[in-house]
């Protein structure tokens, strides 16, 4: 629970109160809840403590690990205890474990050897591994293991919205808008809907939540002067909005970065400065953390964002996006640009 809120010291803090109580879903928990959060060192360092002090690792603890080892860009490590499995552990790697590792070597950017893997995998690829892989090619811009990922992928099933939505986002990282048209109409016609990205945060012991471009909330005028004061307090810092990160088909490269500037992490965080600004003038407390939460991947854009606002305005920004935490200190963030 407290790995899932992004309070992951608490997390290890709990762990290691628990003593001889610990078994092997706790050791899981832990070693899963560091991963969580980038932390691939010492969810790596855990596991080995857990098989040093005797616990049997099972199949979902090797997922954590290797899920760990994919954030954290720990390719060697991550081969090892691949490896590991069979030879010390006896266990088959399944599906998720080869998933785990074509993400892990997707993520390095080694997508030659992913596909391989792949390719050679003792059974038929399933949606998760081709969906592994095609998410890389989507983070690297290689459209074409990107169009063959996502072909073996809908072969499997034909109306996986994900499958659709990264290949459109493959095109349209490169502004093949046609193609990006295309799939889009595909997607109208089989009825697959595209899920919408939403942010929230909580201020308060209340929740706001955020489309991108949204003017919903009963105070978007006070978020929307605010988020124009803090781009322009980023600017001053060499800050621009990436027009690449709007995959959206404008014509004008300003309406791209007016796009990019609405999307909903920024909103929220615009409202959480607010909250933290009038904690400070009234002597509250609360400390200075902005705690957001995203259905999506986070963008570049967004990354870049966060890490500016949590070193000009001395905040942490703690964002968990689709697949893991963000934390972003002094204009740095814990994943290392690594995500």
């Known amino acids: ?12 803090r709990v762990f290691e ?3 001889q109580r610990r078994n092997v879903i706790s050791w899981t928990s832990v070693i899963t809840g560091l991963a969580m959060h980038g932390e691939g060192a010492r969810a790596l360092g855990m596991f080995d403590r857990m098989v040093t002090e005797g616990v049997t690792p099972n199949e979902v603890t090797f997922v954590g690990v290797l899920y760990a080892c994919g954030h954290a860009g720990m390719v060697e490590e991550g081969r090892r205890v691949f490896k590991s499995m069979v030879e010390e552990h006896g266990i088959e790697p399944r599906q998720e474990h080869y998933g785990c590792v074509v993400d892990l070597l997707g993520r390095a950017k080694r997508l030659d050897e992913a596909h391989c893997l792949v390719e050679s995998m ?3 690829p399933s949606v998760v591994v081709w969906g592994s892989l095609l998410a890389a090619c989507r983070v690297h811009g290689d459209v074409e293991l990107g169009e063959l990922a996502a072909t073996r992928l809908l072969e499997l099933d034909p109306d996986h919205d994900g499958a659709h939505v990264l290949l459109s986002n493959i095109y349209a ?21 595209k899920e919408r990205g939403r942010s929230w945060v909580e201020l308060g012991g209340e929740v706001h939540e955020f489309g991108a471009g949204d003017e919903s909330h009963p105070r978007s005028g006070e978020i929307r002067a605010k988020l124009g004061e803090i781009v322009g307090e980023l600017r001053r810092v060499g800050y621009e909005p990436d027009a690449k990160s709007a995959l959206i088909d404008l014509e004008e490269e300003e309406e791209r970065r007016e796009a990019v500037l609405g999307h909903g992490e920024k909103l929220a965080v615009a409202l959480g400065l607010i909250e933290v600004g009038r904690r400070r003038s009234g002597g509250g407390g609360g400390g200075r953390c902005v705690r957001i939460v995203k259905n999506l991947r986070v963008c570049e854009d967004c990354h870049v964002f966060m890490k500016l606002v949590s070193g000009v305005y001395g905040v942490e920004v703690v964002l968990r996006d689709r697949s893991r935490f963000h934390h972003f200190r002094d204009g740095v963030c814990s994943c290392n640009d690594f995500w």
């Open 122 to 124: 003792p059974f038929r």
């Open 17 to 19: 109160g628990m003593g």
């Open 1 to 12: 629970m407290y790995a899932k809120c992004g309070s992951v010291e608490d997390a290890v």
């Open 173 to 193: 990282k490169r502004r093949r808008w046609e193609d990006v048209k295309r799939i889009r109409e595909a997607m109208k016609r089989r009825r697959i809907s």
